[in-house]
């Protein structure tokens, strides 16, 4: 299995990145697919969730900021990040979850800076 984001970089306060995470040697449309970010000094958190159904859910302070969806047919998953604010500053990474939780994989990581 392997996980491979793109789409980090240096951004303006209140600009948009839009990270993609590129799916290979699993059956990707079952999976769980995950965003989570890691600050420097910080434990990783879950920043947002798409499930194999389509549903999404979110951490409560990037709520209406950032929008994560996923095309099947490419076996990638999205994260659009707008109104970016300098906390929002980590390493991102992506994570594929097996419907039944026992199978957890992860990527690189791609790294954001919002900073003026």
């Known amino acids: 299995v392997q996980l491979v984001e793109s789409g980090g970089g240096l951004v303006q306060p209140g600009g948009s990145l839009k990270l993609s995470c590129a799916a290979s040697?699993?059956?990707?449309?079952?999976?769980?697919m995950g965003w989570h970010r890691q600050a420097p000094g910080k434990q990783r958190e879950l920043v947002a969730r798409?499930?194999?159904?389509?549903?999404?859910n979110y951490a409560d302070s990037v709520k209406g900021r950032f929008t994560s969806s996923r095309d099947n047919a490419k076996n990638t998953v999205y994260l659009q990040m707008n109104s970016l604010k300098p906390e929002d500053t980590a390493v991102y990474y992506c994570n594929a979850l097996s419907p039944a939780g026992t199978n957890s994989y992860w990527g690189q990581g791609t790294q954001v800076t919002v900073s003026s």
């Open positions: 798409i499930k194999s159904d389509g549903s999404t």
């Open positions: 040697g699993l059956t990707f449309r079952i999976y769980h």
